[in-house]
């Protein structure tokens, strides 16, 4: 968990700090970090709607970014027994890179508690909330001492520098890297596109460079399949 | 940006997030995603901070220019975050040449 934490307190901190930057109120970034508990979905849509970008644009890039939670939804239901709907929905809202992790990790070395765990609820909940609570204390730092900044200062490149630091280790495998590299590209070749929905642009096709690559790994037999992609928050 | 936008906006975002969360309450049965969708999902995160990077390095103001701090800073920050995987470095480092920059 420590390391872990540790790396909480840049991101949520530059997340709050990127909604006043963006021309959020602090309390519009509050709510938002506490409605969507998604730092890299908030950087986003805080950068795009100060650049100016449309509201679709903003709502299907930080849907796109916020698709690799349906993974771990989807996991999360096999590795823990059945509950409520409330609590189901409780536990969804819940969900990160790092719980997620967590709850895989522990499940895949004590695979005798995987049924029947009656134990996985509280780890998994206790993971969850010694996350969110940080999180969003940082947040709220990040609004405050954002706001007293001026926000032309330097400080503003922190937040294409968190995506950096989200990119680089995701880039693990052939087909990821060539889905970095389309999107790159095409993100400068379609600069001058409409109210920044050439980031959308760049995304699917970005994608669709990662999947052409990995049809050819397969064709000639090498493995191309890796886990999830983790990001934090 | 309008107050309104705003709200729209965290609103739409958040109910995504938790759509997206949720989203094993309401697959039926088996609950596995067929490869490809798998596939798409393990490539969108290195697409879409790609998407978002490189316009932000190469051209923050709209007209691409290879050489200045934040091209520097950047390619420090990869280094940094290659080589210790670490946010709070990637930041300190990357932010330290752009705030140092001449």
Same mark, same amino acid.
């Given at each position: ?58 709502? $299907?890039? %930080?849907? &796109?970014?916020?698709? +690799?939670?349906?993974?771990?939804? =989807? /996991?999360?239901?096999?590795? *823990? ?10 536990a969804a809202y ?73 990119? $680089?280790? %995701?880039? &693990?495998?052939?087909? +990821?890297?060539?889905?970095?590299? =389309? /999107?790159?590209?095409?993100? *400068? ?45 | ?58 051209a923050p103001t ?41």
């Amino acid at each position: 968990m420590g390391p872990i934490l540790l790396g909480v307190v840049p991101f949520a901190t530059v997340a709050g700090a990127a909604g006043v930057q963006n021309g959020l109120s602090v309390t519009e970034t509050i709510c938002f970090s506490l409605l969507s508990f998604s730092g890299a979905a908030q950087i986003v849509s805080s950068d795009l709607l100060g650049g100016g970008a449309d509201l679709w644009v903003v709502v $299907v890039t %930080a849907q &796109v970014i916020n698709l +690799r939670f349906l993974l771990y939804s =989807v /996991a999360l239901s096999r590795l *823990l027994p059945p509950r409520k709907l409330l609590g189901r929905l409780g536990a969804a809202y819940l969900i990160t890179d790092h719980a997620y992790a967590l709850v895989e990790q522990r499940s895949s070395t004590a695979p005798r508690q995987r049924h029947g765990a009656a134990t996985q609820w509280p780890f998994y909940l206790g993971a969850a909330l010694a996350f969110w609570v940080p999180w969003q204390l940082c947040n709220l730092a990040g609004a405050l001492v954002g706001s007293r900044m001026p926000t032309d200062s330097a400080l503003t490149f922190a937040v294409p520098l968190s995506f950096l630091a989200l990119l $680089v280790p %995701a880039l &693990v495998s052939a087909p +990821r890297v060539a889905a970095a590299l =389309v /999107a790159g590209v095409v993100s *400068l070749a379609a600069l001058r596109a409409p109210a920044h929905s050439s980031v959308v642009l760049a995304i699917v096709l970005g994608m669709v460079g990662g999947l052409l690559v990995s049809r050819r790994q397969r064709s000639t037999g090498a493995t191309s399949i890796e886990g999830p992609g983790r990001v934090d928050g | 940006v309008s107050t309104g936008e705003v709200w729209l906006a965290i609103v739409l975002v958040s109910v995504g997030a938790l759509a997206a969360r949720a989203a094993a309450l309401f697959l039926p049965g088996e609950r596995r995603l067929p490869p490809v969708v798998v596939e798409c999902f393990d490539l969108l995160p290195a697409a879409a901070f790609a998407a978002l990077v490189v316009p932000a390095v190469l051209a923050p103001t709209g007209g691409v220019d290879l050489v200045s701090a934040r091209v520097v800073a950047a390619g420090l920050a990869v280094l940094v975050a290659w080589r210790t995987r670490s946010m709070a470095l990637t930041l300190l480092v990357g932010l330290a040449v752009v705030l140092l920059w001449p």
